[in-house]
């Protein structure tokens, strides 16, 4: 297997834009995770998501921030409009249910700057 | 809410000594127990993990050890070197879900 995909690996952008950051996790793992990792604030889970269902959005720091998981292979997150505060590496991990099985894989991360 | 303490912040230590992070936890119905090593730039990636009917857990140069009572884990790495330079972040289950709450972190600097 690949691993989790993450893309794009670095997005530049104007604050007030678009932005959507997007993942495949591990064919098969029924739990995905985005987190957003800065120096200030360290790691952050933001969303997760069980067999494509959110579960728990409470991380999710404004309305700006949503996410989706069309599919069990695809899941978006978009931040509308972006801010310089924004700017961070965000993640996204997946794992597979399983009884005391909790390990995250993580993909590479999207290196996100708002100017 | 749940939290994840994790001490120190930074940790420097000569190469070839040993290293000891420590976390504590809140949940008391946590029930798994994962460190994760972050090189620069890199993803974190899981290096041991322990479950809460074991007390230590050993692979290689790195072992946990967990203290249900008390609510704290450690990680230990003996004979450090170079390439052990990274963030390591520990983690605690959230009760019976498969949320993991993180600790904020130990950079840990080998020096040579």
């Known amino acids: 297997d690949a691993g989790v995909i993450q893309s794009p690996r670095h997005e530049v952008t104007e604050m007030g834009q678009e932005v959507t950051l997007r993942c495949k996790p591990i064919?098969?793992?029924?739990?995905l995770f985005w987190y957003r990792q800065t120096m200030m604030r360290g790691l952050e889970l933001l969303i997760y998501?069980?067999?494509?269902?959110?579960?728990?959005d409470s991380g999710m720091p404004e309305d700006r921030f949503s996410a989706k998981m069309p599919n069990a292979s695809f899941s978006t997150l978009k931040i509308q409009p972006s801010e310089p505060r924004d700017s961070a590496v965000y993640f996204c991990?997946?794992?597979?249910?399983?009884?005391?099985?909790?390990?995250?894989?993580f993909g590479p991360g999207t290196r996100l700057t708002v100017t | 809410g749940e939290n994840v303490e994790q001490h120190p912040s930074t940790l420097s230590v000569q190469e070839g000594d040993s290293a000891v992070i420590k976390c504590t936890y809140s949940?008391?119905?946590?029930?798994?127990f994962p460190w994760y090593k972050q090189e620069l730039g890199k993803r974190p990636q899981l290096i041991i993990d322990?479950?809460?009917n074991v007390g230590e857990k050993k692979d290689q140069r790195i072992a946990v050890t967990l203290n249900k009572t008390a609510k704290h884990f450690s990680l230990h790495i003996t004979e450090t070197q170079p390439e052990d330079s990274a963030v390591y972040f520990c983690?605690?289950?959230?009760?019976?879900?498969?949320?993991?709450?993180w600790g904020a972190g130990t950079k840990l600097i080998i020096k040579p």
């Open positions: 991990a997946s794992s597979k249910a399983g009884v005391g099985r909790y390990e995250q894989y």
């Open positions: 064919s098969g793992h029924d739990y």
């Open positions: 998501f069980n067999n494509n269902v959110p579960i728990d």
């Open positions: 949940d008391s119905a946590s029930n798994y």
């Open positions: 322990i479950r809460s």
């Open positions: 983690a605690a289950s959230i009760g019976s879900d498969y949320q993991l709450i």
